[in-house]
């Protein structure tokens, strides 16, 4: 099933890093650094408790794919690796179920922002 107004429903074919039968790996949009990307399940479902165990262990290989492009493209010091499950912010449209593979560099801080329901105090 595919939502019409779902980016990572209707991502362009061009941006595809890998594929498999159950997911794929895009580059994400508004990166938090150098390399940052999502693993996606082709199927939309909103929550990471709702993946098939065939899309989860897809997943997990896609994220270990990922992760051997990224070292060996950017040579990053490690990984941040998260998810956000339901629809803690809002949102007026189900979300797609994405895992972002951020990548961390040495001396380089990872500033979080709205999108992980961290806002700066003032």
Known sequence: MTELNCPYCNFDEYDIIAKNEFGAILPEPNPLSKGHSVIIPLRHVESFFDVTEKERKSLSTLLELARNEL?????????????NDGNVFGEEQAAHFHIHIIPRYKDQVLVLDQRWGVTAEK
């Open 71 to 83: 070292k060996l493209r950017h040579q990053p010091e490690g990984f941040h690796i998260a998810f």
